[in-house]
C-alpha cells in the first residue's frame, strides 16, 4: 500500500507539471506581435526632429507593454517598425505602400506637411490610420480621410498666433517673409502674410529659398536694404540656424525673427552657432509647453534618462499619438485596422500633451499654441 501511495502521488505531481507546462505554453502561443509604425526623417538635415519623434513611439511602446495588454482575448506585444522618409514627398509615399503591404497596425507620421499630405492617400486607399504628431498644414486633413489625424494645432492657428504677438506685442509695423516652398513653409507663411495685413502690418518683401539651403546673402542683402522691423521665416530650423547666424552677420542683429513650430527646437541655437539674433527669435508650436503639459515634467526626466540630450519638440505628441492608436484597438477589441479605425474618432484620451478627442476632419476638438523665446540660448516659453 505504502508503494502504491507514493506511485499515485508520483503520477499526481507529472500530471500536474504537465498541465502546468500545457498552460505555459498555450499562454506563450496566445502572444500576438503588434507592429505600429514610426514614419518620419531620420536621415538627412532635420533627422534629429525625426529621431526625436521616433523617441517617443519607443517609449510608448515600452510602456504599452509593461502593462501586459489583452486585446481581443490574446495578449498583445507591440514592436516598432520604424521608416525614414528621408523628408522627401516620393520616399515617403513609398514608406507609406511599404507600411501598407507589411501590414502594420498603425503609424505615427509623418513629420513634414510636403510628405505627410502625399503619404496621407496612401493610407486612406489601404485603410492604414495614421496620426501625425507634427504636420501643420491644413491641406492635411482637409480631404476628410477617416485615416488621418493630427495631433497638434495647425497652420491657422500658429500662423494667426504669431502675427498677433507681433502686433500687439511687439509693435511690429514692417516685416519681411520667406519661405522655403515646401508644403508647410508656404502654408504657414502665408497664414502669417494674411493675418499680419489684417492687422495692419506692412509686408515690404516675399522671398523664397528651398529646405536645402544653407546660403541667404543674397536674400538678406535685398531685406536689409528695405529695413523692417522683423523677418518671419516658413521652415525649418536647418535653414533658419544658418540664416540667423548670417543676419548677425550682415548687421541685421536687431531685426526681429518669426517662425514655426519645424524652427522652434532646442537644436536651433547650435544651428546659429550661438548667434546672437537668436535672442531676438519669437516661434510657435502647437500644444503646450512640456513643463505645462499635464504629467509632462515627469514624462520628460523619462525622455532624458533613456534619450539624453536628444529631446527636441514632438516626442510628446508621438507618444501620446502611439498610445490613441492603442486605445481605439483597446476600445474595438481588435487590433485589425478595419475594425478600429472607427473608433478613433469618438477617442476620449488623457494623454501627456493633453486630453485628445478630435473633430470629423481628424483635427483636435481643442488645440492649444505655446509662443517660445530664446533667453540665455535655452528654449524659454512665453505664454
Same mark, same amino acid.
Given at each position: 500500500?505504502?508503494?502504491?501511495?507514493?506511485?499515485? +502521488?508520483?503520477?499526481?505531481?507529472?500530471?500536474?507539471?504537465?498541465?502546468?507546462?500545457?498552460?505555459?505554453?498555450?499562454?506563450?502561443?496566445?502572444?500576438?506581435?503588434?507592429?505600429?509604425?514610426? *514614419?518620419?526623417?531620420?536621415?538627412?538635415?532635420?533627422?534629429?526632429?525625426?529621431?526625436?519623434?521616433?523617441?517617443?513611439?519607443?517609449?510608448?511602446?515600452?510602456?504599452?507593454?509593461?502593462?501586459? /495588454?489583452?486585446?481581443? +482575448?490574446?495578449?498583445?506585444?507591440?514592436?516598432?517598425?520604424?521608416?525614414?522618409?528621408?523628408?522627401?514627398?516620393?520616399?515617403?509615399?513609398?514608406?507609406?505602400?511599404?507600411?501598407?503591404?507589411?501590414?502594420?497596425?498603425?503609424?505615427?507620421?509623418?513629420?513634414?506637411?510636403?510628405?505627410?499630405?502625399?503619404?496621407?492617400?496612401?493610407?486612406?486607399?489601404?485603410?492604414?490610420?495614421?496620426?501625425?504628431?507634427?504636420?501643420?498644414? /491644413?491641406?492635411?486633413?482637409?480631404? +476628410?480621410?477617416?485615416?488621418?489625424?493630427?495631433?497638434?494645432?495647425?497652420?491657422?492657428?500658429?500662423?494667426?498666433?504669431?502675427?498677433?504677438?507681433?502686433?500687439?506685442? !511687439?509693435?511690429?509695423?514692417?516685416?519681411?517673409?520667406?519661405?522655403?516652398?515646401?508644403?508647410?513653409?508656404?502654408?504657414?507663411?502665408?497664414?502669417?502674410?494674411?493675418?499680419?495685413?489684417?492687422?495692419?502690418?506692412?509686408?515690404?518683401?516675399?522671398?523664397?529659398?528651398?529646405?536645402?539651403?544653407?546660403?541667404?546673402?543674397?536674400?538678406?542683402?535685398?531685406?536689409?536694404?528695405?529695413?523692417?522691423?522683423?523677418?518671419?521665416?516658413?521652415?525649418?530650423?536647418?535653414?533658419?540656424?544658418?540664416?540667423?547666424?548670417?543676419?548677425?552677420?550682415?548687421?541685421? *542683429?536687431?531685426?526681429?525673427?518669426?517662425?514655426?513650430?519645424?524652427?522652434?527646437?532646442?537644436? !536651433?541655437?547650435?544651428?546659429?552657432?550661438?548667434?546672437?539674433?537668436?535672442?531676438?527669435?519669437?516661434?510657435?508650436?502647437? +500644444?503646450?509647453?512640456?513643463?505645462?503639459?499635464?504629467?509632462? *515634467?515627469?514624462?520628460?526626466?523619462?525622455?532624458?534618462?533613456?534619450?539624453?540630450?536628444?529631446?527636441?519638440?514632438?516626442?510628446?505628441?508621438?507618444?501620446?499619438?502611439?498610445?490613441? !492608436?492603442?486605445?481605439?484597438?483597446?476600445?474595438?477589441?481588435?487590433?485589425?485596422?478595419?475594425?478600429?479605425?472607427?473608433?478613433?474618432?469618438?477617442?476620449?484620451?488623457?494623454?501627456?500633451?493633453?486630453?485628445?478627442?478630435?473633430? /470629423?476632419?481628424?483635427?483636435?476638438?481643442?488645440?492649444?499654441?505655446?509662443?517660445?523665446?530664446?533667453?540665455?540660448?535655452?528654449?524659454?516659453?512665453?505664454?
Amino acid at each position: 500500500m505504502q508503494k502504491k501511495s507514493l506511485f499515485t +502521488g508520483s503520477l499526481h505531481l507529472t500530471a500536474a507539471a504537465a498541465l502546468t507546462l500545457c498552460a505555459s505554453l498555450a499562454h506563450a502561443q496566445d502572444v500576438q506581435t503588434v507592429r505600429i509604425a514610426h *514614419a518620419g526623417p531620420t536621415s538627412g538635415g532635420i533627422a534629429h526632429i525625426g529621431k526625436d519623434t521616433e523617441n517617443g513611439v519607443r517609449m510608448a511602446i515600452d510602456d504599452l507593454n509593461a502593462q501586459g /495588454p489583452v486585446i481581443g +482575448g490574446k495578449r498583445i506585444k507591440f514592436e516598432l517598425a520604424a521608416e525614414d522618409d528621408a523628408g522627401e514627398p516620393r520616399q515617403a509615399t513609398a514608406v507609406a505602400q511599404k507600411l501598407c503591404d507589411s501590414k502594420v497596425a498603425g503609424v505615427v507620421g509623418h513629420l513634414q506637411s510636403g510628405t505627410t499630405i502625399p503619404a496621407s492617400s496612401i493610407y486612406n486607399k489601404c485603410g492604414l490610420p495614421h496620426i501625425t504628431a507634427a504636420a501643420t498644414n /491644413p491641406d492635411v486633413t482637409k480631404r +476628410g480621410f477617416n485615416t488621418t489625424y493630427r495631433l497638434i494645432a495647425n497652420d491657422n492657428a500658429l500662423g494667426a498666433a504669431l502675427a498677433y504677438f507681433a502686433h500687439d506685442a !511687439l509693435k511690429i509695423k514692417t516685416v519681411a517673409v520667406i519661405d522655403d516652398r515646401t508644403a508647410y513653409g508656404q502654408g504657414l507663411a502665408d497664414v502669417f502674410k494674411a493675418t499680419a495685413e489684417q492687422k495692419g502690418i506692412q509686408v515690404l518683401a516675399m522671398e523664397y529659398t528651398n529646405d536645402k539651403a544653407t546660403d541667404f546673402t543674397a536674400i538678406l542683402t535685398a531685406i536689409k536694404a528695405k529695413k523692417p522691423d522683423a523677418i518671419f521665416y516658413g521652415g525649418l530650423d536647418a535653414q533658419a540656424g544658418p540664416m540667423l547666424r548670417q543676419m548677425e552677420q550682415l548687421g541685421l *542683429a536687431n531685426v526681429k525673427y518669426f517662425g514655426g513650430d519645424a524652427m522652434c527646437t532646442e537644436k !536651433l541655437v547650435e544651428l546659429s552657432s550661438k548667434a546672437g539674433t537668436v535672442k531676438n527669435v519669437t516661434c510657435a508650436t502647437g +500644444g503646450a509647453s512640456v513643463q505645462k503639459m499635464q504629467g509632462g *515634467a515627469e514624462w520628460k526626466k523619462k525622455y532624458d534618462a533613456r534619450f539624453p540630450g536628444q529631446f527636441q519638440i514632438y516626442s510628446p505628441y508621438a507618444y501620446d499619438a502611439t498610445f490613441v !492608436l492603442v486605445d481605439a484597438m483597446k476600445r474595438a477589441n481588435s487590433v485589425d485596422p478595419q475594425v478600429y479605425v472607427p473608433f478613433i474618432g469618438k477617442t476620449q484620451f488623457k494623454g501627456i500633451t493633453a486630453n485628445i478627442a478630435f473633430t /470629423p476632419k481628424g483635427e483636435l476638438t481643442a488645440p492649444a499654441v505655446t509662443l517660445y523665446t530664446y533667453k540665455d540660448n535655452v528654449r524659454a516659453a512665453l505664454n
